[in-house]
T-cell receptor
Framework: GQQVMQIPQYQHVQEGEDFTTYCNSS?????IQWYKQRPGGHPVFLIQ?????EVKKQKRLTFQFGEAKKNSSLHITATQTTDVGTYFC????????FGQGTELSVKP | NAGVTQTPKFQVLKTGQSMTLQCAQD?????MSWYRQDPGMGLRLIHY???????DQGEVPNGYNVSRSTTEDFPLRLLSAAPSQTSVYFC?????????????FGPGTRLTVL
């Protein structure tokens, strides 16, 4: 249906290692958004991707939208303890439908 | 701007009780939504609204009612609370078709149903 599948569910890394979370849909997406939720907090918008093959960077974060607009990824280079939290993708449209999220923990 | 505000922050109910979770935004956003968050389940859409007087069901609407009489307010009503409705509830708003698509979330209401 309209679900977006997100993997992995959990990721534990050593500080300085890279991290990637993937978002997949069985249907073509009009756009995809990414959010970060710190422990105990609320989701905060990171970015929206709209174009096929789009790549956007925010400092150490790189966001990609697949050529077929059915998948997306978020890559963090050289993780820091401040990156801890859960990262969600969300398929756009009239209603935003979220993936299950990837919980990232970073060991100093 | 206060952004998106939710009250109460915490609530404990007994099975069968009813209550309303309040949500308000002062950004003149067209779209408003309610989500529930449970461990390992992500954020699941309960109901949403694309403007005053218009509401529609999300992924998990059963047991909840909404109305949107004004642009600013979008209350969520639990008709007869059940333990399965124990969750954290987030209200969110966004401008609609204009802008970056960014959705702004409130701080959440943590609900426990005994």
């Amino acid at each position: 249906g309209q679900q977006v599948m997100q993997i992995p569910q959990y990721q534990h890394v050593q500080e300085g290692e890279d991290f990637t979370t993937y978002c997949n849909s069985s249907t073509t997406l009009s756009n995809i958004q990414w959010y970060k939720q710190r422990p105990g907090g609320h989701p905060v918008f990171l970015i929206q991707l709209v174009k096929s093959g789009e790549v956007k960077k925010q400092k150490r974060l790189t966001f990609q939208f697949g050529e077929a607009k059915k998948n997306s990824s978020l890559h963090i280079t050289a993780t820091q303890t401040t990156d801890v939290g859960t990262y969600f993708c969300a398929r756009g449209g009239g209603k935003l439908i979220f993936g299950q999220g990837t919980e990232l923990s970073v060991k100093p | 701007n206060a952004g998106v505000t939710q009250t109460p922050k915490f609530q404990v109910l007994k099975t069968g009780q009813s209550m309303t979770l309040q949500c308000a935004q002062d950004m003149n956003h067209e779209y408003m939504s309610w989500y529930r968050q449970d461990p390992g389940m992500g954020l699941r859409l309960i109901h949403y609204s694309v403007g005053a007087g218009i509401t529609d069901q999300g992924e998990v609407p059963n047991g909840y009612n909404v109305s949107r009489s004004t642009t600013e307010d979008f209350p969520l009503r639990l008709l007869s609370a059940a333990p399965s409705q124990t969750s954290v509830y987030f209200c969110a708003s966004r401008p609609g078709t204009s802008g970056s698509g960014e959705q702004f979330f409130g701080p959440g209401t943590r609900l426990t149903v005994l």
